[in-house]
T-cell receptor, first 113, second 114 residues
Framework: AQSVTQPDIHITVSEGASLELRCNYSYGATPYLFWYVQSPGQGLQLLLKYFSGDTLVQGIKGFEAEFKRSQSSFNLRKPSVHWSDAAEYFCAVGARSTDKLIFGTGTRLQVFP | DSGVTQTPKHLITATGQRVTLRCSPRSGDLSVYWYQQSLDQGLQFLIQYYNGEERAKGNILERFSAQQFPDLHSELNLSSLELGDSALYFC?????????????FGSGTRLTVV
């Protein structure tokens, strides 16, 4: 069955610290992978996506993610977190032949000054 | 502004009632998707339309229906509402109907059933 697992429900970091949010997927076909961010009361904004090619992808707001096929992972990273990064982050997976995306349950990021 | 417009932003209604949520996709996007976000179920795919035709169906209840009109806006109709239907309903759009290049989401409609 297709699924996305975000094992960390809630992460707290200090401003300026590095960040890594974990995402593992289970998907039969070659996946399309996405990270979205949702601020309170807002919709989801696309941070970055991976389809093929270079396994390290750069996104907006200084985020990057690395696709590791052997580990079925697509972890999101940021070298230095800003207070404005506090939000909920969702990993999602889709297939080439369909547009349906399967979302993880999200990781809530809290940033302390 | 993402370019995807959802109305209304908030909706409070009683059990047993029927409501209609509206979505205008980003200019040029042919695909519209509806998702339900609740605390216990997370983000669940409901249904997708592409250029007026239903393309994919997910965990959409029989009490729910949707359509996409010739001008590409879409409506999600929820009937015989139950308390458990209280959730955020998101619409998203994308340019392609056959490949996932990433959606653009609207800001959602928060439905509260009392």
């Amino acid at each position: 069955a297709q699924s996305v697992t975000q094992p960390d429900i809630h992460i707290t970091v200090s401003e300026g610290a590095s960040l890594e949010l974990r995402c593992n997927y289970s998907y039969g076909a070659t996946p399309y992978l996405f990270w979205y961010v949702q601020s309170p009361g807002q919709g989801l904004q696309l941070l970055l996506k991976y389809f093929s090619g270079d396994t390290l992808v750069q996104g907006i707001k200084g985020f990057e993610a690395e696709f590791k096929r052997s580990q079925s992972s697509f972890n999101l990273r940021k070298p230095s977190v800003h207070w404005s990064d506090a939000a909920e982050y969702f990993c999602a997976v889709g297939a080439r032949s369909t547009d349906k995306l399967i979302f993880g349950t999200g990781t809530r990021l809290q940033v302390f000054p | 502004d993402s370019g995807v417009t959802q109305t209304p932003k908030h909706l409070i209604t009683a059990t047993g009632q029927r409501v209609t949520l509206r979505c205008s996709p980003r200019s040029g996007d042919l695909s519209v998707y509806w998702y339900q976000q609740s605390l216990d179920q997370g983000l669940q795919f409901l249904i997708q339309y592409y250029n007026g035709e239903e393309r994919a169906k997910g965990n959409i209840l029989e009490r729910f229906s949707a359509q996409q009109f010739p001008d590409l806006h879409s409506e999600l109709n929820l009937s015989s509402l139950e308390l458990g239907d209280s959730a955020l309903y998101f619409c998203a759009s994308s340019a392609s109907g056959t490949d996932s290049y990433g959606y653009t989401f609207g800001s959602g409609t928060r439905l509260t059933v009392v």
